[in-house]
């Protein structure tokens, strides 16, 4: 099964980009990635899902690598209301990690 | 249209006793899959269920099991309960049919918090 890897945690000032990696350098041809976040405890939330195009919409932005090894989400102007555990998936399973906490400070 | 809906929110049982979780998925969603989330382990995935049939199982004990009905509702059962079992419980269902597509997003629910005294 594709595994990932993300930062434990980051920072990033309101009103700044918000640049989340995701390492999943054993994702196969046909795995999808996808983005959720969890904010305090609540029901993880659908952000975003590509196969190897970059895609975007109205939450974010997502960025593959063309060797579809890496991915990076991207938040253009976070908010106070962003700060939450990004995770980011590539298995049929849906194997969530330990994602990464965004903190996002004024 | 409705949400995932869990039942009960909250509950509070004794070791060595056993809880059973609902799931109502979304209307018209037919995959449903169940997850385990504690401070120190993050969310694991326990088992999905795809038209009463479980499709994948996550790396837990047997004590751990669950079921999906004609209609896709879902429970998930936890008997002689341990300390450890103490977590939120969640359920998510998509409209995955089969094969590997675009089609697996997850919506999930609010969750069952389980507390083991």
């Known amino acids: 099964d594709a595994k990932t890897t993300q930062p434990p945690s980051m920072d990033c000032a309101e009103g700044r980009a918000a640049n989340l990696p995701c390492n999943h350098s054993t994702i196969s041809g046909n795995e999808y990635v996808y983005w959720y976040r969890q904010i305090h405890s609540q029901g993880p939330q659908y952000i975003i899902h590509?196969?190897?195009n970059n895609e975007t919409n109205e939450m974010a932005s997502l960025i593959i690598t063309e060797d579809r090894k890496s991915s990076t989400l991207i938040l253009p102007h976070a908010t106070l209301r962003d700060t939450a555990v990004y995770y980011c998936i590539v298995t049929d399973k849906l194997i969530f990690g330990t994602g990464t906490r965004l903190q996002v400070f004024p | 249209k409705a949400g995932v809906t869990q039942t009960p929110r909250y509950l509070i049982k004794t070791r060595g006793q056993q809880v059973t979780l609902s799931c109502s998925p979304i209307?018209?969603?037919?995959?449903v899959s169940w997850y385990q989330q504690t401070p120190g382990q993050g969310l694991q995935f326990l088992f999905e269920y795809f038209s009463e049939t479980q499709r994948n199982k996550g790396n837990f004990p047997g004590r751990f099991s669950g079921r999906q009905f004609s209609n896709s509702r879902s429970e998930m059962n936890v008997s002689t309960l341990e300390l450890g079992d103490s977590a939120l419980y969640l359920c998510?269902?998509?409209?995955?049919?089969?094969?590997?597509?675009?089609?697996?997003?997850?919506?999930f629910g609010a969750g069952s918090r389980l507390t083991v005294l």
């Open positions: 590509g196969l190897k």
């Open positions: 998510a269902s998509s409209l995955w049919t089969g094969g590997t597509s675009g089609a697996n997003v997850l919506t």
């Open positions: 209307s018209g969603h037919r995959s």
